[in-house]
């Protein structure tokens, strides 16, 4: 029972983290501001992650968001506004009343999803990996054996994805043919 | 003796003690490392280093560290100053993980945990992130210069790293630093695996902003790049960072590589020590025998050189393993 | 525990390995290409690769298996839309070839990029499993996000490209979160399971899924160009390479309404009453608002963007109706209006020169004089896509509408018919403009090519055929749609 306690502290902290962290990542009118918030905010997923027994997606989480992708965009922020003058630019050019209406719209959604998360019992299949499972097989190994098992298929198309992602880096960047 | 194991297995203590081993650590090696490089500079160009202070000048870091701590933080005008204070405290959040898997010795090791390269890995990018923070937060052209170079490097040369370290890892089935360690009892992985060692070595020193791949810090043409602005403590804590950062990627080198703890008749922590330090030690060498890489050239190496050649070693190795 | 991947499986994707094989010939015969030697064999790979692929995905017909443990399935209906989209393929090849030479765009990346998109196209249309449905979409969309970039120099192309990521992307995340909550509700992701298990009776529906399906409405709708998720269209399919337009308007969308029917049709058909409300709506939507803003277009090129999204409302017509039965004739009119588009464009790339498109209205005034075949087949071309007998056009709209009545869906009917009366407004101004009307200004000769004749010509040949002749290919379709019965 203990154990249960500290794990749901964990995840309401790791929850509220989440919620707090992304707001002030769109809030923010400096744009490294935004960019290292983000990374908190995958981290504070990462820990939900871990909470759910699945710590490769964790440990993937940080490596491949936290690490890579936020090293690039702060990268690219840092390349194209060095003269700060993104900061100064009004970000959502609409009036007062349009933007109400946008966050009562996006309130209302918001709160309609939470009380459907709530009341709602959800009806879902349970999946033939719970996390007893997955804890015994160990996650890298679980993992592997999915992505080059059952999802084989798509795997290898993502691959094909990726490859048509590096045509059309190198094609559009490059200067002249 | 034993008594003291059964106690140290507790998790909660395990963690505290541990915590507390790797402070200590992390200052002492600091220390020995500066004195260690000024030493090996000497000699390396017929200078005698540092001799003054305490026999063959031991004590001389320990001088220079009250120095530091003695001056003041300057914190410049126009600083970004969250992010300001931030980057250099943020330096150390991967050396203290990289310290928790790490296998010292079978029995010196914090936490076992089975994606354990992975997770030094994925914290490792922090580094980098916080060399990002304090270049970005300095507010200063060198610091930023130095700061965009170091990500554009660490980009580069995480990928032939990681693919190097995969060629051991396709071998020994796990991604535990313990397992890897075990599977080397009869052969050292630098024996099957030359390739991958060599290319995780170079990757390894680019990584730590070492000569021949300082661009970041380049002396003589960015101040000192990214922590140029910085004085005092502050400057102090990147200076450990780094001599920190040396000896962990030594000490993944010679788990992966060089059969981490063990070796005949002395303790494992003894060997794991003897092993890591000669490799540091090796990394010296580079910084007085190479000149430091033209950033074109270091680019080009990684992804001209060293990432096909991964590639093909890994190639090899599935292959190999296959038959 | 790892699961074996029996040999024979590979059997059935020989098309898609064809595709994937050929456009990466073509890259490396690129890379490895001589300064001033032949473009010939990287212009040929699409050709050779789309009829290899054809021939074996013909040979698929009536395969009806699940291979990859599920994640892929070869039917009918995916051998139609991977044979139209093959087809698709080799018109939009064609008329590339002069075009891209003209515009002086990268070859092999472009043909290559061609055929990874059509490679996604075929992916999306054949699987059973959201996974594999959203690669395949990401793949399409990936090489067409490129390729309306591809006109380096040209602002527009580069605007169209990226406001098309932009808004793609965006798109692509309200698919995946309806993905994700609908696989949240049931614990499922192939939809005849979900299918299965909304028709067990221990489901119960929830906001949640509610909403999961809702947001796929909304993924797909973009990727149809659909009202309202239309905005990106007009200036998308203006600024983007004139080929590259032919074929977004004409591969994406029908691979796009195939993937849509698919999953609205197996695993969410028992909401039907959930949802026609909300696909009557945009059914309406998106004729009304498509006809009416293409009145005021006076560049043709913009024009066929918004009659494209009109067409897009027919189509939704048949989906509102919501008869599984009833299913071919989104086939068949996807079928004809492919035809019958990629034909309207290549006149219109035909029209251009390097530099100056001549897309713009005025320069059509008086085409029919200085040359008669080419105004004739764009007549053709237009007439279809009102909706004049005998031709295609026609034949499409009319099972369309016959549908909704059949459906009981009169209003719709009505609307639908007062829609095409509209449409027929601009597509004869057009008319009146080539045959009526003296030319302003001197305009150059048309850039005719093999490719782009051998194109209209197969174009014209269809668009009639279809129009007079239609029961074969309505059988086809037919058939093809019998998987939702």
């Given amino acids: ?177 | 003796m034993e008594q003291i194991l059964k106690i140290l297995d507790i998790e909660g203590v395990r963690l505290a003690v541990g915590l507390l081993a790797v402070f200590l650590f992390v200052v002492v090696n600091a220390l020995i490392l500066t004195w260690a490089e000024r030493k090996v500079a000497g000699h390396m160009q017929l200078r005698i280093g540092p001799k003054e202070v305490g026999p063959y000048g031991l004590i001389q870091p320990l001088a220079d560290a009250m120095k530091l701590l003695g001056k003041e933080i300057i914190t410049p005008r126009n600083v970004d100053k969250p992010i300001f204070y931030l980057g250099p405290i943020m330096i150390f959040i991967p050396v203290l993980v990289a310290f928790v898997v790490i296998p010292f010795d079978s029995y010196l090791q914090v936490r076992d945990i089975n994606v354990g390269i992975l997770v030094i890995l994925a914290f490792s990018s922090f580094t980098v992130l916080s060399i990002l923070m304090a270049g970005w937060g300095s507010n200063n052209k060198y610091s930023l210069i130095g700061s965009i170079r170091s990500i554009a490097q660490s980009v580069a040369y995480e990928i032939p790293l990681l693919l190097s370290l995969l060629a051991v890892i396709m071998m020994t089935n796990s991604l535990s630093l313990k397992d890897v360690v075990v599977a080397q009892k009869g052969i050292w992985f630098i024996f099957l695996q030359p390739v991958a060692f060599i290319i995780y070595f170079i990757a390894a020193v680019a990584e730590t902003n070492r000569t021949p791949f300082d661009l970041p810090e380049a002396e003589s043409e960015l101040v000192a790049g990214y922590h140029t602005e910085y004085s005092g403590m502050m400057f102090a804590l990147f200076f450990l960072a780094e001599y920190t950062n040396m000896f962990i990627v030594s000490a993944i080198t010679v788990t992966f590589f060089l059969g981490g703890y063990q070796g005949p008749f002395l303790p494992g922590i003894v060997w794991f020590l003897l092993k890591s330090y000669f490799l540091v030690f090796v990394m010296m060498w580079f910084r007085w025998t190479f000149p430091r890489v033209r950033f074109d050239q270091l680019l080009n190496i990684s992804w001209k050189a060293l990432i096909p050649l991964s590639f093909i070693n890994l190639l090899v190795t599935g292959g190999l393993l296959k038959l | 525990m790892v699961v074996q991947i029996p040999e024979m499986d590979f059997g059935w994707i020989v098309p898609e390995i064809a595709m994937t094989v050929f456009a990466a010939v073509a890259l490396l015969l690129t890379l490895f290409r001589k300064k001033n030697s032949t473009w010939l064999f990287v212009e040929a790979m699409p050709l050779v690769g789309a009829i290899v692929a054809l021939y074996f995905t013909f040979q698929t017909w009536n395969g009806n298996i699940d291979i990859f443990n599920n994640l892929y399935t070869i039917d009918n209906f995916g051998v139609f839309f991977k044979g139209l989209s093959l087809v698709i393929l080799i018109l939009v090849t064609l008329l590339s070839y002069r075009y891209i030479d003209r515009e002086d765009m990268a070859r092999g990346e472009y043909y290559s990029l061609l055929m990874f998109g059509t490679l996604g196209m075929m992916i999306m249309v054949s699987s059973n499993n959201f996974i594999t449905i959203f690669i395949g979409l990401e793949v399409m969309s990936i090489s067409i996000y490129i390729l309306a970039g591809l006109m380096g120099g040209n602002a527009k192309s580069v605007e169209a490209s990226l406001k098309y990521f932009l808004l793609g992307a965006f798109a692509t995340a309200f698919l995946l979160y309806g993905i994700a909550l609908i696989y949240g509700t049931t614990g499922m992701l192939d939809i005849r399971e979900i299918a299965g298990y909304v028709n067990s009776g221990n489901f119960m529906v929830t906001p949640t899924f509610m909403a999961g399906l809702a947001l796929l409405i909304v993924g797909f709708g973009f990727k149809t160009a659909s009202v309202p998720f239309h905005m990106w269209t007009p200036d998308v399919y203006e600024g983007a390479p004139t080929s590259i337009t032919a074929y977004m308007a004409t591969g994406v969308k029908a691979a796009a309404f195939a993937a849509f029917l698919r999953v609205l049709f197996t695993a969410f058909h028992p909401f039907l009453s959930g949802w026609t409300y909300m696909l009557w709506i945009l059914a309406v939507a998106t004729m009304t608002l498509g006809n009416i803003t293409a009145l005021k277009q006076d560049d043709v090129k913009r024009m066929l963007a918004y009659s494209s999204i009109a067409h897009a409302g027919y189509i939704l017509i048949a989906l509102t109706v919501g008869d599984r039965t009833l299913s071919s004739t989104v086939l068949y009119y996807l079928l004809v209006y492919s035809f019958m588009t990629i034909g309207a464009f290549a006149v219109v790339i035909i029209l251009g020169r390097q530099g100056s498109p001549n897309t713009g209205i005025e320069s059509y005034a008086g085409l029919a004089g200085r040359h008669p075949v080419i105004a004739a087949v764009m007549a053709v071309f237009l007439f279809s896509m009102a909706g004049i007998p005998p031709l295609a056009g026609f034949m499409g709209k009319f099972y369309v509408l016959t549908d909704a009545i059949r459906g009981g869906y009169y209003w719709l009917a009505i609307i639908g018919v007062l829609n095409s009366v509209v449409a027929a407004y601009y597509y004869l101004r057009v008319v009146m403009y080539m045959y009526f009307k003296e030319p302003e200004a001197e305009i150059g000769a048309p850039d005719v090519s093999i490719g782009s004749t051998l194109a209209i010509a197969i174009s014209v040949v269809v668009v009639f055929y279809l129009g007079i002749f239609p029961r074969l290919f309505l059988m086809i379709a037919h058939t093809s749609s019998a998987i939702f019965m």
Avoid: C
């Fill in chain 1, 1 to 177: 029972m203990g154990a249960i306690g500290f794990k749901f502290v964990v995840f309401i902290v790791a929850a509220l983290l989440v919620i707090v962290s992304s707001l002030l990542m769109t809030t923010r009118k400096n744009p490294i501001h935004s960019a290292l918030w983000m990374i908190v905010t995958f981290f504070a997923m990462a820990v939900i992650y871990l909470l759910l027994n699945a710590q490769f997606i964790a440990v993937a989480q940080i490596m491949v968001y936290a690490g890579a992708i936020m090293m690039l965009i702060l990268f690219v922020i840092m390349m194209v506004s060095l003269d700060n003058g993104a900061q100064e630019q009004k970000r959502f050019p609409m009036a007062m009343g349009t933007r109400l209406s946008w966050a009562l719209v996006v309130v209302v959604l918001l709160v309609e999803l939470m009380f459907a998360a709530l009341f709602y019992q959800a009806t879902a299949k349970v999946g033939s990996y719970p996390a007893e499972a997955v804890a015994s097989l160990g996650n890298a190994k679980t993992m592997g054996m999915l992505l080059y098992g059952k999802y084989i298929f798509p795997f290898e198309i993502a691959s094909i994805l990726l490859l048509v992602g590096i045509i059309g880096a190198v094609v559009l960047s490059r200067k002249n043919k």
